[in-house]
């Protein structure tokens, strides 16, 4: 069990236009899902967390209205990058996890690649 | 604050050991262990909380020693399939999120 799908798993778009991606949990109700970036040969970084219900909170240095959020429901959550610009360009990993607790596993979707050109 | 991971590289050839270090500054609650293939999502492998675990799954193990606020991923008689990027993840409490290291480039060779 444990398996999070994110659609799509790549995407190419022009510079300005916005761009949806989707994080699933499929076998677990998930109470917190997090958006992670991460550039070619660096660790992950923390975007936000996002629980079910309310708004996602933002680490510092990411922008709110650039990179909107929406947890719907125990099982999905989306991130959509407005405007997107070609220093946008990256990898874009959702996990989720069951507990509210940020500390418990976390179980990684298999990634986005954005590419704005 | 962001842990630090030891070694940067490694390589070995199929069959042998490699032990990869995490270390904080902090104390912490948990630490995670994942590992990421290129291209691909971050793969989970196992979480230590404090106390002192130590836990294991077929040739891989990890050790905590929250005294030291360090923990070691152990991976014996190396396969193929191991190679990739291992990630720790620390987290200071309970409620408290992830922090990922730099990571850990394992490559086996045949």
């Known amino acids: 069990g444990a398996v999070v799908s994110q659609h799509p798993s790549w995407v190419i778009c022009k510079s300005g236009t916005s761009v949806k991606i989707e994080c699933r949990s499929l076998d677990f109700q998930a109470t917190t899902m997090f958006w992670y970036r991460q550039f070619p040969k660096q660790s992950l970084m923390l975007m936000a967390t996002?629980?079910?219900?309310?708004?996602?909170?933002?680490e510092q240095g990411v922008e709110k209205d650039k990179f909107l959020i929406n947890h719907a429901s125990l099982t999905l959550s989306t991130l959509t990058v407005t405007s997107a610009h070609p220093e946008d360009s990256s990898f874009y990993i959702c996990?989720?996890?069951?507990?509210?607790?940020?500390?418990?596993?976390?179980?990684f979707g298999p990634g986005t690649r954005l590419t704005v050109l | 604050q962001q842990p630090v991971q030891s070694p940067q590289a490694v390589i070995l050839r199929e069959g042998e050991d490699a032990v990869i270090n995490c270390s904080s500054s902090?104390?912490?609650?948990?630490v995670h262990w994942y590992r990421q293939k290129h291209g691909e999502a971050p793969v989970f492998l196992m979480i230590l909380l404090k106390g002192g675990e130590q836990k294991g799954h077929e040739k891989i193990s990890a050790s905590f020693n929250e005294k030291k606020q360090q923990s070691s991923l152990y991976l014996t008689a190396s396969q193929l399939s191991y190679s990739g990027t291992y990630f720790c993840?620390?987290?200071?409490?309970?409620?408290?999120?992830?922090?990922f290291g730099e990571g850990t480039q394992l490559t086996v060779n045949p």
């Open positions: 902090k104390a912490l609650y948990s």
């Open positions: 996990s989720a996890a069951r507990d509210a607790r940020p500390a418990d596993t976390q179980y």
């Open positions: 996002s629980n079910e219900g309310s708004k996602a909170t933002y």
């Open positions: 993840g620390t987290a200071e409490t309970s409620g408290s999120r992830l922090t």
